[in-house]
């Protein structure tokens, strides 16, 4: 099993920049964690991923160039830099882990952080 931990989410204005954290941890190897969130009324969708061996990362277009995935393997912490914030980023943000590299769907996931952008 594993368990992810979100933390960091809260109430900015449109332009500020916020770190979101995800705290892994249990017995089970996960080779991919993303960040996903999902806005009231829609679907969720995909932010971003990071392997944790070699550090690929990749994004969804619409955060590319504003939002920067990275990881802390010794801190098992994968974090979420958002910068240049908009209303539209405004969602629920969940932390997931997958097992299989190649798998497109995600094993495990976190209780997600409320990320609120206001103009």
């Known amino acids: 099993q594993v368990q992810l931990v979100e933390s960091g989410g809260g109430l900015v204005q449109a332009g500020d920049s916020l770190r979101l954290s995800c705290a892994a941890s249990?017995?089970?190897?996960?080779?991919?964690v993303g960040w996903f969130r999902q806005a009231p009324g829609k679907d969720r969708e995909f932010v971003a991923a990071?392997?944790?061996?070699?550090?690929?990362?990749y994004y969804a277009d619409s955060v590319k160039g504003r939002f920067t995935i990275s990881r802390d393997n010794a801190k098992n912490t994968v974090y979420l830099e958002m910068n240049s914030l908009k209303d539209e980023d405004t969602a629920v943000y969940y932390c997931?882990?997958?097992?299989?590299?190649?798998?497109?769907?995600?094993?495990?996931w976190g209780q997600g952080t409320q990320v609120t952008v206001s103009s």
């Open positions: 997931a882990a997958k097992l299989n590299i190649w798998s497109r769907a995600f094993d495990y």
């Open positions: 249990g017995r089970t190897r996960t080779s991919t």
């Open positions: 990071i392997t944790w061996t070699a550090g690929n990362t």
